[in-house]
């Protein structure tokens, strides 16, 4: 069974930073594409990063680029967002996804809560 687990949610102020992880078991990220995406109230689902099997290749998000950072540790079957110089419209429920790169199911993450606030 695939289970995807997000953590280091939390409230931070603006300036702030925290560090994302997402935790996988019965799946092996070295093969998978693994994406960061991010659902503020009342909006849809955002992509904010996404990183390839090797993590050789990464992609941002105008919004986040020069902020944060996707990287992985494919030996620990996680991978990381650290998110610096937080604004509040950084606020939101952030998911992983992960997917196998030559193709097949996605899976999701429950999310973790990331709140921005003075």
């Known amino acids: 069974q695939v289970q995807l687990v997000e953590s280091g949610g939390g409230l931070v102020q603006p300036g702030g930073s925290l560090r994302l992880s997402c935790a996988a078991s019965?799946?092996?990220?070295?093969?998978?594409?693994v994406n960061w995406y991010r659902q503020a109230p009342g909006k849809g689902r955002e992509l904010v990063a996404s990183?390839?099997?090797?993590?050789?290749?990464?992609i941002y998000a105008d919004s986040v680029r020069g902020r944060f950072t996707i990287s992985r540790d494919n030996a620990k079957n996680t991978v990381y967002l650290e998110m610096n110089s937080l604004k509040p419209e950084d606020t939101a429920v952030y998911y992983c996804?992960?997917?196998?790169?030559?193709?097949?199911?996605?899976?999701w993450g429950q999310g973790t809560q990331v709140t921005v606030s003075s």
């Open positions: 019965g799946l092996t990220f070295s093969t998978c594409t």
């Open positions: 996804k992960a997917y196998p790169s030559v193709g097949g199911r996605a899976y």
């Open positions: 990183t390839i099997e090797t993590g050789g290749s990464t």
